[in-house]
């Protein structure tokens, strides 16, 4: 694995996470609960968590190895990130300190730090994930930054070979609403997760929320190099149409990055972006319906969609322990 770091999915080959992949199943299919004996991972959560937090724990266990966990400000010292700023306000400690000190005490440390949501540059640069990353001498996991969750892409990967969703097929990434604004991680992943995987991705979202153009090219750069495709529109029917998947995520407004006021200007009128059974008329019979989670139920997605038989929500969240055992193994053992 690339310097021992798992940060991006673009960091590695289609045969590497294909690779990777393969050991996630060997892991299923044989379990190897002394993998990791006498291994700590260090597990850092600048926000709130509920599957990755517990998929990390169970997993490292279930290798044979422990783990901590630490919330920044909630029973330990809150920890500023800004560099040059006195401190005299509620944070106690610098990451400057915090993080190679946590590094420190365990063998391997992932960090959780979602976005700023004030300046698009400055988040799409992950300023403040990098600064950190530069901290830590250790084996590294990014357990989503401003711009990327790429455990959530492993797992997401592993749920379409799973259901065996053929990797030209058509997968629909679809905006749907919230009732604030949400960070770009999870559908920049994911975008560039089917584009790697060679699918014919459509990027489904009403005006105002395009995602960054950075964002898009670098999916078409990895759509290219497996031969699959890229597009984007506003015209749901169209992208609808032969849909295989239709994986739905919330997010921000890019036109408005940063003013929450507009961002909900613009969303008020789009309370119809809530995935209901209609919207999969044209699809393939066989469609699936895909979700990170969590999800607000009747606002972003429907319960006859959630609860019916399209939904893959939940091996979506259990194949997160099954990928990050992966790359646990991958990063700490001795033994590939
Ligand atoms: N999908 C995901 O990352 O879930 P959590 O935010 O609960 O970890």
Request: glycine content about 6%; proline content about 5%.
């Amino acid at each position: 694995m690339n310097a021992k770091r798992f940060l991006d999915l673009a960091d590695f080959t289609r045969e590497e996470i294909v690779d990777l992949l393969a050991l996630a199943q060997r892991l299923q299919d044989h379990p190897e609960p002394r993998a990791l004996a006498g291994k700590i991972l260090g597990l850092v959560f600048f926000n709130p968590s509920l599957r990755t937090l517990a998929s990390f724990q169970a997993g490292m266990a279930r290798l044979g190895g422990t783990s901590f966990v630490i919330t920044p400000g909630h029973g330990t010292w809150q920890l500023e990130h800004r560099l040059g700023v006195p401190m005299n306000a509620t944070a106690a400690e610098h990451v400057r300190e915090g993080i190679p000190v946590l590094a420190s005490f365990c063998d391997a440390l992932g960090i959780r730090a979602f976005a700023d949501g004030k300046d698009l540059a400055y988040d799409l640069a992950e300023t403040n994930f990098n600064a950190m990353a530069s901290l830590v001498d250790k084996p590294l996991i990014n357990m989503e930054s401003a711009m990327n969750h790429p455990c959530q892409s492993l797992a997401d990967w592993k749920t379409l070979d799973d259901l065996a969703v053929a990797p030209r097929s058509k997968f629909v990434l679809s905006w749907v609403n919230h009732p604030r604004a949400l960070p770009l991680a999870v559908p920049a992943a994911t975008l560039h997760m089917a584009a790697m995987r060679g699918m014919e991705v459509v990027v489904l979202r009403p005006d105002g929320f395009a995602l960054p153009g950075t964002v898009m090219d670098k999916a078409r750069r990895a759509a290219a190099a497996a031969g699959g495709s890229i597009t984007e529109t506003d015209d749901r029917a169209a992208a609808l149409d032969g849909a295989q998947v239709l994986y739905a995520k919330e997010w921000g407004s890019t036109t408005y990055y940063g003013n929450a006021e507009k961002d909900a200007e613009l969303r008020a009128g789009l309370s119809d972006w809530q995935v209901r059974e209609d919207w999969f008329a044209r699809a393939r019979p066989d469609s699936r319906f895909m979700h990170c989670l969590p999800v607000r139920r009747n606002v972003a997605v429907a319960d006859e969609v959630l609860d019916g038989p399209r939904s893959v929500v939940l091996k979506e969240a259990h194949n997160r322990l099954v990928a990050q055992m992966a790359v646990l193994h991958r990063l700490l053992s001795a033994t590939p």
